[in-house]
């Protein structure tokens, strides 16, 4: 990778998350009180088609990519959930278009056409780039004021933490590994 990412604070990535949120209500396909339609904020808003393929053959691990020759996000066959309706695969596929869309909007690629791999852990600036796309899925998924009022108005009468926990995965339609990370991030599970 040439370019350096820039650091962005986690306020500043929500604040681009929110103003893409906005754009998705202006045009009608989003209200901030469902989840989020990942694959039309991909396609209507940034322009790149859903594309899915066995990426495991060439890119072992590889769950996404974004591909801005061919204005598209790569997602592996193995998340395509639509046949079988699987809704861990559903978040799984949620989160990695997200994060795909995350390096869009936040310009990783730095004007470079190829396509945009970023899986050296060790170097710190694809380690960056990967640490706040990740922030941008988790963002785009549950956007705080929603996450919060669901967690605090609509599944408040659920006690038990656990089941708390299943019912804002299945409404974000969203991992518990993201899910709990991003109650977290929101202070919602302090006082548990």
């Known amino acids: 990778m040439t370019n350096r990412i820039r650091f962005l604070s986690p306020t500043c990535i929500e604040e681009i998350v929110f103003e893409l949120l906005k754009k998705a209500q202006k045009m009608g396909f989003y209200d901030f009180n469902s989840p ?25 691990g590889t769950l996404g990519l974004l591909d801005l020759d061919n204005k598209a996000i790569w997602i592996d066959i193995s998340l ?37 791999d970023f899986h050296n852990e060790f170097n710190p600036e694809t380690k960056k780039a990967e640490t706040q796309a990740n922030m941008v899925a988790a963002m785009l998924l549950m956007p705080r004021e929603l996450a919060i009022r669901k967690w605090n108005e609509d599944f408040a009468d ?26 977290n991030t929101l202070g919602l599970l302090k006082k548990y």
């Open 158 to 183: 659920t006690f038990d933490l656990g089941d708390r926990i299943i019912q804002m995965m299945i409404f974000f339609r969203s991992s518990r590994e993201t899910t709990v990370n991003r109650l």
């Open 36 to 60: 989020t339609p990942m694959d039309l904020i991909a396609e209507k808003i940034c322009n790149l088609r859903i594309m899915y393929e066995n990426l495991d053959d060439d890119l072992p």
């Open 80 to 116: 395509d959930h639509l046949d079988t309706d699987q809704f861990i695969d559903e978040a799984r596929c949620n989160f990695t278009m997200g994060h795909e869309i995350g390096h869009f909007i936040l310009d990783h690629a730095g004007g470079n056409k190829n396509l945009i």
